[in-house]
Structure formats: C-alpha cells, structure tokens
C-alpha cells in the first residue's frame, strides 16, 4: 500500500531557530496536507496543498508541494515553545476514494 | 462553530467487555473516517463512510471491531469482545465529501485491561 516516510523520529531545537521537515513517498499524491498534535489532543490541519509546486504560508509556517508530487516540506521560522508538538504529513491521491495517507509523524522538542 | 466530537474522551474496560466509541461530524461532512493512533503504528484508518456508507473497512483489524453511521450526524464504532491490544486512541474526523482536508475530533483514549 502506500506510505509516507518522515524522518527523522524526533528533532530537537533551540527556541528562536528554523526547522525543516520533509515527507516522501513512493507514490504520486495530488494532494499533501500538514497536520500538528499536540499531547491529548487530535491533529489539527496546518497547511494544505493543491498544486506541484505549490508553496503555501500560514504565519510562520511555509509548506511546500514537491514538484515530482512525492515529497513534501514543512518549515517553521522562529521556532516558540509552543510549536513542540507531533508533526504528520498526509498524502491524498486523485482515486474516487477521499481517504488520507499519514506518515508516522515527527516530535518537535523545542529548548528554551 | 463545534467541530468534530466524540464521547467518551476516556475508556477503560476489562478484557471481554463490549466497548462502544461515538462520533459525531461536523454538520455538513459527508465523509467520514476512523482512526486508531498508537505509538508502535502511528495512525491507522480502521474505515471510512461517505454519505453514510461505508466505503473502505479494509483497516478494520478482525471482526470484532464495527462501525455504523445510522445517518449523517452520528457514527459508532464498537469493539466486542475487547482485547488489551485495543488499548489505543481513537479517533474520529470527517471532511467534505472527496475533500483532502479532514477535521479531528478530540478522541477516545481506550484502556482495556
């Protein structure tokens, strides 16, 4: 079946600092999405993405949608306390079905 | 603007019980997905409805596990007779129909014991 690989497992960073995520698979999507969990709680969309190529803002979150359509990537600027949290990517292809693919995910630690 | 939401937020049960999770979408979702989180297997999709039909159960792990959507406001996924290797975090969400971009609910955590 496909799968989304993200790695590494865990990052940790130094509060104010940049970081980058990527995605891949084996597989074209037409669609890729980012989703963050914070602990007990359910993921909450971040950024979703239409178009290779596609590169897409929210505050100081910046995705892009690879242009091979088997990669994504996910950056955040300025790291804060609050970004710590379990980040997934998620792949949707263009079959009449609407299910999401997910990756195993990425926990952000962030240092003061 | 409620979104996804799901009852109970905790269960725990003994080994052999009937557990039942519940969902319901946010009000004008005609699809509808569950899932189950662990950390050995991250996020599962256990199945997944459109305008209330279930169109792809193939992630349902045995037949002790079911999933209903009586209509388009409610779904509940029953697990009889549970096994600790249930244990896990259920979650629900739902999204447009054919649309990417699917809403969590906050989810049920499962004990069985």
């Known amino acids: 079946g496909q799968q989304l690989n993200q790695s590494p497992q865990s990052m940790f960073i130094q509060e104010g600092e940049d970081v980058s995520m990527n995605c891949t698979s084996s597989?074209?999507?037409?669609?890729w999405l980012w989703y963050k969990q914070d602990p007990g709680e359910g993921p909450v969309l971040l950024i979703a993405?239409?178009?290779?190529?596609e590169l897409t803002s929210n505050g100081r979150l910046t995705a892009q949608f690879g242009i091979t359509r088997k990669d994504s990537f996910l950056n955040i600027s300025a790291s804060i306390p609050s970004d710590v949290g379990i980040y997934f990517c998620a792949g949707q292809d263009s079959g009449a079905n609407s299910k999401l693919t997910f990756g195993k995910g990425i926990t952000l630690s962030v240092r003061p | 603007d409620a979104g996804v939401i799901q009852s109970p937020r905790h269960e725990v049960t003994e080994m052999g019980q009937e557990v039942t999770l519940r969902c319901k979408p946010i009000?004008?979702?005609?699809?509808l997905f569950w899932y189950r989180q662990t950390m050995m297997r991250g996020l599962e999709l256990l199945i997944y409805?459109?305008?209330?039909?279930?169109?792809?159960d193939s992630g349902m792990p045995e037949d002790r596990f079911s999933a209903k959507m009586p209509n388009a406001s409610f779904s509940t996924l029953k697990i009889q007779p549970s096994e600790p290797r249930d244990s896990a975090v259920y979650f629900c969400a739902s999204s447009l129909l054919g649309g990417a971009e699917a809403f969590f609910g906050q989810g049920t955590r499962l004990t069985v014991v």
């Open positions: 409805f459109n305008n209330n039909v279930p169109i792809d």
């Open positions: 993405l239409y178009k290779a190529g």
């Open positions: 009000s004008g979702h005609n699809s």
């Open positions: 597989s074209i999507f037409n669609t």
